[in-house]
């Protein structure tokens, strides 16, 4: 661990920081940064800040994350909702102490269904709302190496995680010093 963040035995040869919602600007952005840090073989360090944001870009930057391998997530600050899948597709997962972990289920944004949606049609968004939900949590779990029912207690603990919490959950390797 202390060579991927202090460069002293296994650097990291890029640094990429997420802040802030994910996007799909910023799902597009990242995953071009770690498609050529495969081509150039490097290791990447992504320092992660965020309260979440799309479910689904969330994913596709956990699976860019995966084919790129050898890479790092740190927590810090907040670590939450869809960015967990982030944090959860990294071969290395820490999180400085005083990182806090939330999760929750997806839920129906207004303008998705819009404002004079039918009942037939808000049965659908929420059928489609859950089967995104069970994706998001068994790919999440499966990163981690848990299964998907640890990971849905949590979002029905409706509570706040600690950077101890996380690591005894499984979702972090270690702590570090903010």
């Given at each position: 661990m202390p060579g991927w963040l202090n460069g002293a035995q296994h650097p990291a040869n890029v640094k990429i920081e997420i802040e802030g919602t994910i996007t799909p600007a910023v799902a597009k952005m990242v995953i071009?940064?770690?498609?050529?840090?495969k081509r150039r073989d490097q290791r990447v360090l992504i320092v992660l800040d965020s309260c979440g944001g799309d479910m689904t870009s969330a994913l596709d930057l956990g699976d860019a994350i995966r084919e790129a391998s050898d890479v790092a997530v740190?927590?810090?600050?907040?670590?939450?909702?869809?960015?967990?899948?982030?944090?959860?597709?990294?071969?290395?997962?820490?999180?400085?102490?005083?990182?806090?972990f939330s999760f929750h289920s997806a839920s129906l944004p207004t303008a998705a269904i819009g404002e004079s949606a039918n009942v037939v049609e808000l049965v659908r968004a929420i059928?489609?709302?859950?089967?995104h939900d069970r994706r998001f949590l068994s790919k999440v779990a499966g990163w981690l190496g848990i299964e998907p029912y640890a990971l849905a207690k949590l979002d029905h603990a409706e509570r706040t995680l600690t950077a101890r919490d996380a690591r005894a959950a499984g979702i972090i390797h270690e702590i570090t010093a903010p």
């Open positions: 071009a940064k770690l498609q050529a840090a740190l927590a810090r600050h907040n670590c939450n909702s869809a960015a967990l899948a982030v944090l959860a597709a990294a071969d290395h997962r820490f999180a400085q102490a005083g990182t806090k059928g489609d709302l859950r089967a």
